[in-house]
T-cell receptor
Framework: EPEVTQTPSHQVTQMGQEVILRCVPI?????FYWYRQILGQKVEFLVS????????KSEIFDDQFSVERPDGSNFTLKIRSTKLEDSAMYFC????????????FGSGTRLTVV | KQEVTQIPAALSVPEGENLVLNCSFT??????LQWFRQDPGKGLTSLLL?????REQTSGRLNASLDKSSGRSTLYIAASQPGDSATYLC???????????FGKGTKLTVNP
């Protein structure tokens, strides 16, 4: 069964450093998403991406965050200057058609900011 | 703004029991609703997807129902097994948007 692949599975970074989280969505999917889950809290929407542009973003997704699809297979989330409160599990998801087939999530990247 | 509530927050049952997990949401203008399973420290595994025009979906021992007008969905697990132990998350879309809004989940423990 097709999978969404995320790398790395765990990343530790120092406060103020830039991090890039990487995702390989399912190959024929057109819609891409990032969600995050702070330990013990709900999964929260960050951003959706379609046709090489952001289609929707949450209030969490401020100027410190950016997304990119640098080639035909990868989808990345960049955090420019990490804060302690950015520590969370970050999930990438993809969908082939928003209404009918649902979302497939990756296994996540655990980001720890120290 | 979509708000999602899942009841109960935690549930412990003996193996073999049939059980029902409840989800309520405030905005009925959804595209669809998904139920996910999350094991500790792991990702989200999709269990069932119900479109807004559907009333229920079934997969193996799982059955999910949707009553959009009352803002409710239930996940029914038949003949529970220890391997079903996990947190179950309900996630409808938000009205007019494709984004998912998650509940806090129900943590299920099935005892052998």
């Amino acid at each position: 069964e097709p999978e969404v692949t995320q790398t790395p599975s765990h990343q530790v970074t120092q406060m103020g450093q830039e991090v890039i989280l990487r995702c390989v969505p399912i190959s024929n999917h057109l819609y891409f998403y990032w969600y995050r889950q702070i330990l013990g809290q709900k999964v929260e929407f960050l951003v959706s991406f379609y046709n090489n542009e952001i289609s929707e973003k949450s209030e969490i997704f401020d100027d410190q965050f950016s997304v990119e699809r640098p080639d035909g297979s990868n989808f990345t989330l960049k955090i420019r200057s990490t804060k302690l409160e950015d520590s969370a599990m970050y999930f990438c998801a993809s969908s082939d058609y928003r209404d009918f087939y649902g979302y497939t999530f990756g296994s996540g990247t655990r980001l720890t900011v120290v | 703004k979509q708000e999602v509530t899942q009841i109960p927050a935690a549930l412990s049952v003996p193996e073999g029991e049939n059980l029902v997990l409840n989800c309520s949401f405030t905005d009925s203008a959804i595209y669809n609703l998904q139920w996910f399973r999350q094991d500790p420290g792991k990702g989200l595994t999709s269990l069932l997807l119900i479109q807004s025009s559907q009333r229920e979906q079934t997969s193996g021992r799982l059955n999910a129902s949707l009553d959009k007008s009352s803002g409710r969905s239930t996940l029914y697990i038949a003949a529970s097994q220890p391997g079903d132990s996990a947190t179950y998350l309900c996630a409808p879309t938000e009205g007019g948007s494709e984004k998912l809004v998650f509940g806090k989940g129900t943590k299920l423990t099935v005892n052998p």
